[in-house]
């Protein structure tokens, strides 16, 4: 059910982001246009346009992204996350890792995440590093920027096999099990993150990098629309997407719909101690918080 699941996602997710929802209307105008409704073919014409135009408006992205960036905090602490004893730092990787390209190309956005967590490392001696790549990943492409910085092989746990970030969460509670350690990830998928490993009864402590939307930007590029501005969009737009699917496992297992393995009592759901027909009326009555961008 889950892998199921995770296909539908992929597939479902190239219709619903900026580009593809673009795409998708231009088709169905073309096809109303063909059977003689040009007016409402045009209309949905310029409403692909004007659909493209605003995710691409630097305001666009930066007002989707800076919410999710906000939850997920300030640069993590070293001396503070030693203090309590963190051991792993956790970075998940975003990306596969194969031996065609350059050990800096092949981490691609995700070489940010691998410095925010090498500069921790280096500040908590005895810390492990843990890195994910996405199936199928090579373990020695994954590790070789890594020891390039510095990072002795004996301080590195290589995880190849995740398809996502839940199955990292999965194959990574073996590791650190229960007790507090670094989760390092871009800003804006930090509390999607955080939520999926604390459903799995795991204690992470965010290291949020790679923010994108904290400075404010000049006023001629906030309304122009450039290809920035849409990845920002869609960037937030996953995430939020994210947010949505939590919330629909979190009501089908509640409902005795999907069933899911290795996870705690308060699986994504935000009200885990209701009744399944108390839960439904109170989920489907609430606007759910991720919708709030201001």
Request: proline fraction near 6%.
């Amino acid at each position: 059910m889950e892998y199921f699941l995770f296909v539908t996602k992929k597939l479902v997710s190239v219709i619903i982001y900026p580009v593809g929802l673009t795409l998708t209307l231009i088709l169905v105008a073309l096809i109303i246009s063909v059977k003689n409704c040009k007016r409402s073919g045009m209309v949905l014409f310029i409403l692909a346009g004007l659909t493209l135009f605003a995710f691409s408006l630097g305001w666009t992205g930066n007002a989707l992204l800076k919410p999710l960036e906000d939850q997920a905090g300030p640069y993590a602490n070293p001396g503070k996350l030693q203090a309590i004893g963190v051991r792993y730092i956790v970075v998940l990787g975003g990306t596969s890792f194969t031996n065609q390209r350059s050990a800096s190309d092949i981490w691609d956005r995700s070489v940010l995440r691998l410095l925010e967590s090498v500069q921790l490392w280096k500040e908590m001696p005895g810390a492990k590093l843990v890195l994910s790549g996405g199936a199928p990943s090579s373990a020695e492409a994954m590790a070789a920027l890594p020891a390039w910085l510095g990072v002795p092989t004996e301080s590195l746990i290589l995880e190849t096999r995740a398809l996502d970030t839940d199955d990292e969460a999965r194959l990574f509670m073996p590791i650190v099990g229960n007790e507090p350690f670094a989760l390092v990830t871009s800003a804006s998928h930090m509390p999607r993150s955080l939520r999926i490993f604390r459903s799995k009864g795991m204690n992470p402590l965010p290291c949020p990098c790679d923010f994108r939307a904290q400075t404010r930007q000049p006023f001629f590029v906030a309304i122009s629309p450039s290809a920035d501005g849409l990845y920002n969009s869609q960037l937030a737009l996953h995430e939020y997407y994210g947010q949505l699917a939590l919330y629909i496992k979190g009501l089908g297992r509640h409902l005795g719909i999907f069933k899911f393995k290795n996870h705690s009592s308060n699986l994504y759901e935000p009200f885990p101690s209701l009744s399944k027909s108390t839960f439904a009326r109170k989920y489907l009555t609430l606007k759910p918080a991720f919708f709030r961008i201001a």
